[in-house]
């Protein structure tokens, strides 16, 4: 089975200071993995995604995360954050079926002090 | 190039009233997929369909139905709506298998139950 945990249902930053947003995964497959971001009444989109080729994943707007098998994690990570961050973000798995089904994590709410 | 398009936006009904959710999609592709959103619990699965008239039951199948008549379209139904069922609802839909799940989403339908 899969599924997803996201160990902080909010975290804040002060603009410029690093992100770490956590993510732990289940899954009896090799997984994809994915984040997703929504902002305020906007719908999802596509952070960056694990499937297997690297384990440390680069996304758009200077995001990325590392998969770690051993830790079953799949952390998003930003150096530096920026209002613009200002979201949530969802980690998400994916079995890698025909099916293409996904699981979603609970989300973290990302607040950007200035 | 649309992409993933939702109608309505928005929509208030009557406990009891019915209506019609509509995806379209211009990207060809094969799978779809309606989610709910609710607050602190991430998006789940509602039904989800791969191919033309073919569809199929999510993790929350209760209450609602489906059809995938034309490919291009995915049309979530609620007969007797119920407050329960309040929440922002997204399509997404993804191309055949290629090895990844990446799925694209439409923008959302806010939709209160009184």
């Known amino acids: 089975a899969q599924s997803v945990t996201q160990l902080d249902s909010h975290v804040s930053v002060s603009e410029g200071t690093p992100v770490l947003l956590r993510c732990n995964y289940s899954?009896?497959?090799?997984?994809?993995l994915f984040w997703y971001v929504q902002h305020p009444n906007k719908g999802l989109q596509l952070l960056l995604k694990y499937t297997s080729a690297a384990t440390l994943v680069k996304g758009i707007n200077g995001f990325e995360a590392e998969f770690k098998k051993s830790e079953t994690s799949f952390h998003l990570t930003k150096p530096s954050a920026h209002m613009s961050d200002a979201a949530e973000y969802f980690c998400v798995v994916g079995r890698g079926s025909t099916l293409g089904r996904l699981y979603f994590g609970r989300g973290t709410q990302l607040t950007v002090w200035p | 190039n649309a992409g993933v398009t939702q109608t309505p936006k928005f929509r208030v009904l009557k406990t009891g009233q019915s209506m019609t959710l509509l995806c379209a999609q211009d990207m060809n592709h094969e799978y779809m997929y309606w989610y709910r959103q609710d607050p602190g619990m991430g998006l789940r699965l509602i039904h989800y369909s791969v191919g033309e008239g073919t569809t199929a039951k999510g993790e929350v199948p209760d209450g609602y139905n489906v059809s995938r008549l034309k490919k291009q379209n995915f049309l979530l139904g609620l007969e007797s709506a119920a407050p329960s069922q309040t929440s922002v609802y997204f399509c997404?839909?993804?191309?055949?298998?290629?090895?990844?799940?990446?799925?694209?989403f439409g923008p959302g339908t806010r939709l209160t139950v009184l």
């Open positions: 997404a839909s993804r191309p055949p298998a290629s090895g990844t799940d990446t799925q694209y």
């Open positions: 899954s009896s497959y090799s997984p994809s």
